[in-house]
């Protein structure tokens, strides 16, 4: 099987949910404020983003190993084939998509969901929220302020390190090591934490399999747009709404954060809100006026990354105001 290269990180059945007539997308990037007319096919995707590459980092040992497939729910799964199938998490992501484009098509036409179709809808959402560039930089600089953190405390003292050199040099570390050099190194900030990519995309499984279930049991409230309007999307599709995140940032608050509602657009026809009430995991709906749209429009809009995504120019030009 061939390798894939451009792997979409907003899925193009999602985008083309937000085309117009002529199967069209506009496209504001807040870099520049400019507005492109983009296909559902050209569009919000990465040279091999999700691809793994295990060759280059050492293995686990068979005990470690386990405790992390087990973190992940696929302990009695083979993960042998990673090697060979780099594209397995591209491939994973597109099944869930393949499972929930007709859940999606049957909320927008009114009709019910089982519950295993919203189980399956949960892990698509939580996907879309961790599966994103910014949800990935957020991880990875996480991982660097942890790692800094561990790093400024084990060379916090000379001692420290010549104790770590020694114990190093009796496990049989065979390189030489200026001891007093390398405390300098560290005290200086003159080094650089780089973490890889595969790090970041263990993050986004581990966090997924804890948001599906968290997201499952709230209460769903699907907003329906007049035939007059539309709702728009962004390049970060699934996103908070809670006060912390003005002042804090996007991922200040996570899915479980008290009295968070968590906002996804469905399509241009509905939009899913995701919140606790004494309801649990009831699904309603509720058709609401060009007021209501446009709130909501403005809060995706204020919510974004780098791009908005809409069927004409003229609804982003007017949520620019």
Not at 161 to 185: R, S
Request: one cysteine or more.
């Amino acid at each position: 099987m061939a390798n894939k290269k451009h792997h979409h990180y907003i899925p193009q059945f999602y985008i083309d949910g937000f085309t117009n007539d002529k199967g069209e997308v506009f496209v504001l990037e807040h870099s520049t404020g400019k507005i492109n007319k983009q296909s559902k096919y050209g569009t919000f995707h990465k040279y091999k983003f999700y691809t793994v590459d295990l060759s280059k980092h050492k293995e686990r040992d068979p005990e470690s190993a386990q405790k992390m497939k087990k973190a992940l729910g696929i302990e009695n799964i083979d993960t042998s084939n990673v090697k060979k199938y780099p594209d397995m998490i591209e491939d994973l992501l597109g099944d869930s998509e393949t499972i929930s484009a007709p859940i999606i098509k049957k909320l927008i036409e009114g009709k019910q969901i089982s519950s295993t179709e919203k189980i399956e809808l949960s892990t698509f959402i939580a996907l879309m929220y961790t599966r994103t560039p910014s949800f990935h930089n957020f991880a990875s600089e996480m991982e660097k302020q942890m790692m800094n953190k561990s790093i400024k405390k084990l060379f916090s003292e000379k001692e420290k390190v010549k104790d770590l050199y020694n114990k190093m040099l009796a496990e049989g570390y065979e390189d030489k090591i200026d001891v007093q050099e390398l405390f300098k190194l560290v005290e200086e900030d003159r080094y650089k934490i780089e973490i890889p990519k595969e790090l970041t995309i263990q993050t986004m499984l581990i966090g997924t399999s804890v948001i599906d279930r968290i997201l499952y049991n709230k209460t769903w409230l699907i907003m329906e747009t007049p035939i007059t309007t539309s709702f728009i999307t962004s390049d970060q599709p699934v996103f908070m709404n809670h006060p912390l995140v003005d002042k804090y940032g996007p991922f200040s608050v996570g899915v479980g954060t008290p009295n968070v509602e968590v906002i996804f657009p469905l399509s241009k026809e509905i939009l899913l809100i995701m919140k606790d009430t004494p309801r649990g995991n009831m699904i309603m709906c509720k058709k609401i006026d060009r007021a209501r749209v446009r709130e909501l429009n403005k809060l995706i809009f204020v919510r974004s990354g780098d791009y908005i995504i809409a069927r004409d120019s003229a609804l982003i030009e007017k949520l620019k105001k």
